[in-house]
């Protein structure tokens, strides 16, 4: 097996944790991680918890931060993902049932010069122009069907920046890549 590479039972173990985290936040309760010994879970990685209601993006927060477990990472990015993301209202209790997740366990950051590096479908993008900063994940060109130079762009935008913001040498682009996979991947939701 591929070192770091997640194994489904992994993969449903960090998607019940996301879910767990959410329903006690919902119920005002405190959330106990499980205890995990798993060396892929408890190797220091960044992810993003991306929330989906009916299709629609319900709220997506991550972190490159590498200094905790995988697993305690997807526990509080859940928690973000469905309460703190401000382009949403937090999640209600009468939306639960109707979200779906889907993690990100990123690998970690490697700034880039030439933009021919970036292959779509493989590797997000974060662009840097202090003090602005944007991410966009590998899946969001490929749903969208971007090619490398409008997804560039889109990152820019989502910083707040121009158009061509990536061709300012003030600007640091990044990319990386990350393993993907939801509650319908897994067979948890139909």
């Known amino acids: 097996m591929e070192k770091g590479k997640l194994t489904g039972t992994e993969r449903r173990l960090l998607l019940k944790i996301a879910r767990q985290a959410i329903e006690a936040e919902l119920a005002g309760l405190p959330f106990s991680l499980p205890r995990v010994t798993n ?5 220091h990685r960044g992810a993003f918890v991306t929330l989906h209601k ?4 319900r709220g997506c927060i991550g972190t490159f931060s590498a200094n905790r477990p995988l697993y305690e990472v997807v526990g509080d990015m859940a928690i973000s993902a469905a309460f703190k993301d401000l382009r949403f209202r937090p999640l209600g209790s009468s ?8 993690i990100s366990a990123l690998t970690p950051l490697k700034p880039i010069t030439d933009m021919n590096e970036i292959k779509i479908g493989t590797h997000g993008i974060y662009i840097i122009q202090e003090p602005f900063h944007g991410v966009l994940l590998p899946q969001v060109a490929t749903k969208n069907r971007w090619d490398r ?6 990152t820019c ?7 061509g913001c990536w061709k300012d040498p ?6 990386f890549s990350a393993e993907i996979f939801g509650e319908k991947s897994e067979g948890l939701l139909s």
């Open 149 to 154: 130079l409008t997804f560039l762009n889109q």
């Open 54 to 57: 009916h299709g629609q993006l």
């Open 95 to 102: 939306e639960f049932e109707e979200i779906d997740s889907e």
């Open 157 to 163: 935008m989502k910083a707040g920046l121009a158009h």
């Open 170 to 175: 003030k600007t640091q682009v990044t990319i």
């Open 39 to 43: 060396p892929n879970l408890i190797e």
